[in-house]
């Protein structure tokens, strides 16, 4: 790596930015990483993984005994920026920069002029343009020439990010050419895969087009599924049938789409394009309505048993096999049924995590217990994620139970 860029600042220690960090560090770069928690800082320091990563908790405790990663509250100097803050949406569903801006204005101090910051924070179209010029106008004795600015969008897939964040394929989007090969260089440091270089605006539709185009895909499954459910046939059967065809690939439906990335995403575009872009705010609003359509089946299925009726949610994670709760359709479908039947009684099983979200902790009637626990207390069953540890239960132990399976692995 050049040495202009021997020290880099990770600001976010997120999903994305800690591992980040702690393979810029494992991989020799001296990394400093910034978050405004200061739990998560000192978990850091200590080599401690504040949320479930396979395969990081190793790395970061090598990259901080080895000295080359430290975590502090306060953006120290750097050669390299690299900022990975939430970008959530507005009630407006706009995109929410106020973190990215915040971010921006803390690195601004420490610029003394030839700096590289990369945005890697999935963002709206001129995001990356907006946090320069956030940047400079905290420091007006900066010209545009004086920074290297860049948008690098994380493509990495929770579960498999220490995996992925080094083989994928990376974008690079430079606001200028000389910003998109400096990013190129940082990056070269640990990633194999090919590196592509680009503008920063495109870069940014990129990540946006990606995910936009995995949301239009679950949302035909998702309608597909409620379409045969009306129509009384086997939606796995189907789609299982149809993938025989050798230009047919439908994925799998679900009780809606969740995570930080996919449920997101897309509205950023439509916010950008509101009268062209049509198809995809259909399928996001397909999406978003999967979780009452499977909020109105367990309804029924509670009214037509006893009035002691207890229900087992299986699963309030976004996705399998992760502790990661972010826009999560399973979380949003026991929220609203413990809103909805207070009467109930709700055993949340989520084998990944070791208390209820604040959404459910102040719900009386909601607990969280153990698989074997809820099989044993609950006659009405519901599949809202397919964790493995769940796809390893027999038919014996469902028998009896009323089954509502999102997933479609209790069959």
Known sequence: MSKDFGTVGVVGLGYIGLPTAAILADHGVQTFGVDVSPGTVEAVNRGEVPFVEPGLREVLKRAVEGGKLIASLNVPAADAYIIAVPTPFTSSRSADLSFIEAAARSIAPQLRGGELLILESTSPPGATDHMRDVVLAARPDLAEQDLLVAHCPERVLPGKIMDEMVTNDRIIGGVTSEAAVAARELYSTFCTGELLLTDAKTAEMAKLTENSFRDVNIAFANEL?????????????????????????ILQPGPGVGGHCIAVDPWFIVDSAPEESNLIRTARETNDAKPDWVLGQILRAIDAGSAASVVALFGLSFKPNIDDLRESPALQIASRLADRRPNAELLAVEPHIEELPSSLSSCENVSLVRTEEALAAADILVLLVDHDVFKSLSRSQLTGKTIIDSRGIWR
């Open 225 to 249: 599924s409620v379409i045969c459910e009306r129509i009384g046939v086997d939606v796995w059967e189907l789609i299982e049938l149809a993938n025989h065809h050798p230009r047919v690939n």
